[in-house]
């Protein structure tokens, strides 16, 4: 049991980093697409795919978060 755990723990840890990564990269071509927009006119595509990558990221974290938990209260 605890080596599953230990890796879903892993596999968590993996997804949230290449989220990460996908979310600095969503980041840095809304920067770059921001400064040629008009003043209001909502956010961009690049900007709501940055968000849905902060979620996901945030979930991740989450998630092994509650695995760990898990872990510690199963090997009391």
């Given at each position: 049991m605890?080596?599953?755990?230990?890796?879903?723990?892993?596999?968590?840890?993996?997804?949230?980093?290449?989220?990460?990564?996908?979310?600095?990269?969503?980041?840095?071509?809304?920067?770059?697409?921001?400064?040629?927009?008009?003043?209001?006119?909502?956010?961009?595509?690049?900007?709501?795919?940055?968000?849905?990558?902060?979620?996901?990221?945030?979930?991740?974290?989450?998630?092994?978060?509650?695995?760990?938990?898990?872990?510690?209260?199963?090997?009391r």
């Amino acid at each position: 049991m605890n080596w599953f755990l230990a890796i879903v723990i892993a596999v968590l840890m993996v997804l949230t980093l290449v989220t990460l990564v996908r979310g600095i990269i969503a980041f840095m071509a809304s920067t770059k697409a921001d400064l040629e927009r008009p003043e209001g006119s909502g956010p961009s595509e690049m900007q709501l795919r940055q968000n849905t990558l902060m979620f996901r990221r945030v979930f991740y974290q989450a998630a092994a978060i509650v695995v760990v938990a898990i872990l510690l209260f199963a090997n009391r």
